[in-house]
């Protein structure tokens, strides 16, 4: 099969077509014939060798596919061999081929495209799972999201709206502020405008409940700044750097929750758990189409250098997707 390798760590350049074997399922894996990959940023991050695979997972990059399985274990699901599905991985997506956990495979949602449905997986089990499973998002609570015209931005962007939440964005231009009030949320540019000012303004001072931050660094003390009485800052990336200073006290007097994961080393069981959460409370609203991944732009399988340029360059609004 044709996959794409990393063939030394570096810039988009390093990802290279190779040959290799098709893979074998082994007991509680799929083998999906994958007709679209989504590029995430932890594939940069493991181009770039600051990201290595976990142990037992392709080093192929690729977190996220769809297409149609083709062989593999399906004791205990509800899929048959030939069901059109997306499937979060843990590595081995840039590939004609791919495996998967059948329990992390969930049916393409009627009516979307094989493009589309490759938009799904990474972004929304990382987003279902920090906003509501970790941040415990409740009815009425507001959201804060950096990084809003990012394929994670959006998505969160999306389904806060569309479950009644009221939620603020942060991006870098004008552009992207009118990208993401489209979708719903109250836009602000971190370039001309301080965010924590802005929330507190539109907020009379009482904050948002709930933060999802990519950026960490120097964000954290400006997340405690417009963060509500109990609310919860849910750390997912660190664009911003791994240290920041923080202000403790407040911590203290009003309860304050810093938190954060990671979702590729998580247990499998984990990951079935959190694809039984969306099948159950996020599938419903994709039928409707209350909520569709933001797709900029896509590249065929061979381009994937090209694709990883445009994810550097962070021009784009929501996700980048390989056809295969």
Known sequence: MLAIEITTPGGPEVLK???RPLPKAAAGQVLIKVEAAGINRPDVFQRKG?????????????LEVSGTIVEGDLAGTDFKIGDAVCALLPGGGY???????????????????????A???ETFFTVYSNIWMRGQLQKGETLLVHGGASGIGTTAIQLAVAMGHTV????GSDERV???????????????????????????????????????????????????????????????GAKGEVDAGQILRRR?????????????QVKADIAAALHKNVWPLLVSGQVKPLIHATFSLDQADQAHALMDSGEQIGKIILTV
């Open 95 to 117: 590939a004609q081929y791919a495996l998967a956990q059948a329990e992390h495979c969930l049916p393409v949602p009627n009516g979307f495209s094989m493009v589309e449905a």
């Open 178 to 240: 009118e990208a993401v009030e489209k979708l719903g949320a109250i836009g602000i540019n971190y370039k001309t405008q301080q965010f924590e000012q802005v929330v507190n303004e539109r907020t009379n001072n009482k904050g948002v409940d709930v933060i999802l931050d990519m950026v960490a660094g120097d964000y954290l003390n400006r997340d405690l700044a417009c963060l509500a009485d109990d609310g919860r800052i849910v750390v997912i990336a660190l664009l911003g």
């Open 50 to 62: 600051a990201y290595p695979a976990p142990a037992g997972a392709s080093d192929l990059p690729g």
């Open 119 to 121: 938009g799904i997986p």
């Open 17 to 19: 077509p190779v040959q």
């Open 256 to 268: 304050l929750t810093i938190t954060g994961s990671t979702l590729r080393p998580r247990p499998n």
């Open 168 to 171: 603020f964005a942060t991006v």
